[in-house]
């Protein structure tokens, strides 16, 4: 090839590259503010962590400043950012149940909420540190309490549409997951949020559909939200069967020690997934997660051989169950007994990733933490208790008051 040549593909690559970045930096030129502020309707189960997008914004704005309400119109509103833009938050350092304000992100003006509560539904606007709003969400958060399990291979069937008048409650479903187990039989679930039709809903709202938005949505009047209120949703669970694919699971260096020290004894026992230990007291609980699984992936539990199915120990199947997976697919284990000792090995997305070596201990020196749910359960106990008797002290002694102050009490003296 020439000289000349090489020069000019150099140059078309050099331009190409060119039209790509100046591309990217015009991207928000293409979605232009609308004039009039509207509200983008989103669904989600409790739980989940989901990203909201930014779509539009001026081009000398550098830097987006997120804000929360609870309603429209409302007093009190919240910075979720820093006014440069640079709040950044890991997955892995949110724990459930933390406020809203520890539990968000800020990456390429998209707002990013980790384990979304009921309590954080509302609307979402992306603005600037003056308040000049550009785009904004209507955010819904459903809870998983009372969510209803539906399980395809016994015949069952998920709910029926409902109808009040001109008001539609049906439930939509999300994509089917993959199966959570290869090389066995495993099982996949989608699910499926409440949503609503009516012509009454407000006209800020953008709709999917026409007319159509989430039962929690800001869109819907009270009236209508109350009459939806008992459409809960739903888990419809399956089962699959699939092959595995072959992968690598130990790495070269550790089969290098372990074949050294096969030559000098016996072949050790390879763990074929990462092994963590635990050492539990008898008698108390345990809640077990699946490293890097979020609610809406397909995981999966087996202790040793044993496949912990959904359609056994789903969460709500039975109020008396002992170990259960919850909708977050967390697995518990309530009053530890030994029996419960033993690998709980843990799938994700078809692939078992890793294992858990439970030991069940009956005596020992157990540390308090405020942390464990089981100690604070029992400070909250007593501290109920002792206002209980304090109050019953206090009302006695004030009747007595009471009742020497307009003799009133009674005399038992001879």
Request: aromatic content about 12%; proline content about 5%; charged content about 20%.
């Amino acid at each position: 090839m020439s000289l000349a040549h090489t020069t000019v593909l150099l140059w078309v690559w050099g331009s190409l590259q060119a039209f790509e970045i100046v591309e990217k930096e015009n991207i928000f030129q293409k979605t232009p503010c609308p004039a009039f502020l509207m509200f983008d309707n989103a669904a989600y189960l409790a739980d989940m962590s989901f990203e909201l997008p930014c779509h539009c914004k001026p081009e000398e704005v550098s830097a987006v400043v997120w804000y929360y309400q609870k309603h429209l119109g409302s007093s009190h509103t919240k910075v979720l950012t820093d006014f440069d833009g640079r709040v950044l938050t890991e997955a892995a350092q949110v724990r459930v149940g933390s406020d809203m304000l520890v539990r968000f992100s800020i990456r390429l003006f998209s707002l990013l909420v980790f384990r979304a509560q009921p309590e954080d539904s509302g609307l979402y606007f992306c603005g600037t540190r003056k308040g000049d709003y550009f785009y904004a969400y209507d955010v819904d958060i459903q809870s998983s309490e009372g969510m209803v399990a539906t399980f395809k291979d016994e015949g069952q069937e998920p709910f029926e549409d409902e109808y009040h008048g001109d008001l539609h409650v049906f439930t939509t479903f999300w994509e089917w997951t993959p199966c959570d187990r290869c090389g066995v039989r495993g099982e996949q679930w989608r699910i499926g949020l409440c949503y609503l039709q009516s012509p009454d809903l407000s006209p800020r709202y953008h709709k999917t559909m026409p007319d159509v938005v989430s039962c929690g949505s800001q869109a819907v009047p009270r009236k209508l939200r109350t009459m939806a209120r008992d459409h809960t949703p739903e888990l419809l669970v399956r089962s699959c069967l699939v092959s595995c694919e072959k992968r690598k699971t130990i790495r070269e260096g550790i089969l290098a020690i372990f074949n050294y020290v096969s030559k000098v004894g016996s072949r050790p026992w390879v763990p074929q997934v990462p092994i963590q230990f635990h050492s539990q007291r008898l008698g108390h609980g345990l809640i077990i997660s699946c490293p890097g699984a979020r609610p809406e992936h397909a995981v999966a539990w087996d202790k040793d051989q044993q496949h912990l199915y959904r359609t056994q120990y789903l969460k709500g199947i039975n109020r008396s169950m002992r170990v259960f997976i919850d909708h977050g697919n967390q697995l518990h284990i309530r009053f530890t007994q030994l029996s419960d000792r033993g690998i709980y090995y843990c799938w994700r997305q078809g692939v078992r990733v890793a294992g858990f070596r439970l030991a069940v201990k009956s005596r020992g020196h157990y540390q308090v933490s405020f942390s464990d749910p089981e100690t604070r359960s029992v400070l909250q106990l007593t501290l109920i208790g002792y206002l209980l008797i304090t109050a019953v002290f206090a009302t006695i002694h004030l009747c007595r008051c009471c009742c020497y102050l307009f003799h009133c009490c009674p005399n038992f003296s001879p």
